[in-house]
């Protein structure tokens, strides 16, 4: 899948924020009870942090579908993110400060002055349904809030406590059903939002989910889920959509409660009460074992059946779509190698990997030269993690009609750290390219917070306000375009 970028150093800018000054209240009445935020300065920005949208998982609720957070009395301080999700460090991108099983919690920024009914975004960290939160730094929502969003961004429940499935599960649940209590956590924090964001100045009959890697694959869920029908109205994917059999395939439900079972055994745990009263601590080590691995579920109820069927006919939740992924997804993973790929190595992988498809795969793939064998070994690589699925997603919510898309690539060859190194070897540019998750800061505006580091240019900042002023837009209207910004054609 070769392409062409969308986005460019030319690109310019577009605000579309409130005017400093503007004073709004800092406490809200949820219906759980009220919250006080805070102020950003003197720019009418408010946050709220650490609100909880669902009961803590914990004890006898923990495997079970998100109940309504118990109310308080007085006012809740809401200055402080909430604790991320139990899990384990996975990720070098992903930073926040604390986790904990007790995290089903959201965070808020709005412009809004109390009588406005702004449009809402909510976020959906990535992952790989093990790790990540929303309260990280590059999550900040400030950004959006200037363009006159109200931006929110939720944790879910992951890895063995967000998708374990067991038969005593599926029994108990009522519904014949266990394992996708994560994307029953997202299903839950947008209820929360169309029940509590018109507090906040924003409009739960303009809702749009985004989210990264596990995230776009939760959004490609949620717009597949009769779960979610009427809880948005558009939706953006960035990387990731379960439209593949390659990365992050949706587990039939009797293999999944198979491997709760087996799990359940490692642990000594006879029955479900002995499961739920393992220590969170103990059941994450267990579960980041080689050979295990928890992850979304083909349940018949959250997914009653494969997303490209549901799609295919025309039974998904019919919303504007602006989907799309970065040009060097995994790119490192191949120009790192202690042996690049040679035109040798590449075919013989190829021949060995596709079989009969080999000759058309190497027609689209070419390795006349050692070096195109390294470009077409990384661009092979990023398209069969990423990149495919993506695609087929976009292409089948096209021809399902009813909705207009917008299709992106993302190619801007990231810069890296000064003195970066992998595995003790030198790093430049050239070697990771546009990577994948690298287009989170430019989404949110915030290259400033990046971690770690990195010495933006020009073109950056510029490419990064456009990106933030085109998803905006988006939001609004279901349209990404807008003044001052170069024309996006709708997909056809």
């Known amino acids: 899948m070769r392409h062409t970028g969308l986005f460019g150093a030319a690109a310019f800018s577009l605000v579309l924020g409130v005017s400093a000054g503007v004073t709004a209240q800092t406490v809200v009445k949820t219906e759980g009870g009220d919250v006080r935020g805070a102020s950003i300065g003197t720019t009418g920005i408010r946050v709220f942090k650490g609100i909880p949208y669902a009961a803590p998982p914990t004890r006898e609720r923990r495997w079970t579908a ?38 089903l919690n959201l965070n808020i920024w709005t412009p809004a002055k109390q009588s406005q009914r702004l449009p809402v975004m909510v976020w959906i960290h990535g992952g790989g349904f093990v790790a990540g939160g929303g309260g990280e730094p590059r999550h900040d929502g400030e950004a959006f809030a200037r363009k006159g969003i109200v931006l929110v961004s939720i ?54 989910i985004f989210g990264e890697s596990a995230g776009s694959f939760s959004v490609s869920a949620l717009v597949a889920s009769p779960l979610a029908k009427g809880l948005f ?120 990997r596709f079989g009969a498809s080999a000759d058309a795969i190497l027609a689209a793939y070419p390795a006349r030269d050692d070096a195109e064998a390294l470009e077409s070994a990384a661009a092979l690589a990023s398209d069969t993690f990423i990149g495919y699925g993506t695609w087929k997603w976009i292409e089948t919510h096209l021809q399902a009609g009813g909705s207009p898309v917008y299709r992106y690539s993302f190619d801007r060859k990231i810069p890296v750290e000064p003195g970066a190194t992998v595995a003790g070897r030198p790093v430049t540019a050239a070697d990771v390219g546009a990577r994948h998750a690298g287009e989170i800061e430019y989404v949110f505006g915030s290259l400033k917070l990046s971690l770690p580091k990195v010495p933006w240019e020009e073109a950056d900042w510029k490419l990064s306000d456009a990106m933030t002023s085109y998803w905006a837009n988006f939001a609004c209207s279901g349209d990404p375009n807008g003044p001052g910004l170069p024309p996006w054609p709708r997909y056809e």
Request: charged residues 20%; aromatic residues 8%.
């Open 233 to 352: 109205h558009k939706a953006i994917g960035e990387s990731g959509a379960f439209f593949s059999t390659g990365t992050l395939p949706l587990r039939p439900l009797a293999a999944a409660e198979e491997q709760g079972v087996k799990f359940a055994s490692a642990m000594g745990a006879a029955s479900l009460a002995a499961l739920r009263a393992k220590p969170a601590a103990e059941l994450l080590s267990a579960a980041s074992k080689p050979g295990q691995g928890f992850s979304p579920i083909l349940d018949g109820y959250f997914m009653p059946e494969e997303p490209a069927a549901i799609y295919a006919a025309g039974r998904h939740n019919r919303v504007p779509l602006l989907a799309g992924w970065n040009a060097d997804e995994i790119r490192q993973a191949v120009t790192m190698r202690p042996e690049k790929p040679t035109v040798a190595s590449f075919t013989a992988d190829v021949r060995k």
């Open 155 to 208: 944790n879910y429940r992951l890895g063995v406590f967000g998708f374990l499935a067991h038969p005593e599960l599926t029994r108990e649940s009522g519904r014949n059903a266990s394992g996708n209590y994560g994307l029953l956590d997202q299903v839950a924090a947008l209820r929360w939002v169309r029940d509590n964001i018109a507090a906040f100045g924003g409009d739960p009959g303009n809702v749009t």
């Open 66 to 103: 998100p109940q309504p957070p118990p109310a308080w009395e007085g006012v809740r301080d809401a200055t402080a993110f909430g604790p991320g999700c139990v899990q384990a460090k996975v990720f070098g991108d992903i930073n926040f400060d604390r986790q904990d099983e007790d995290c």
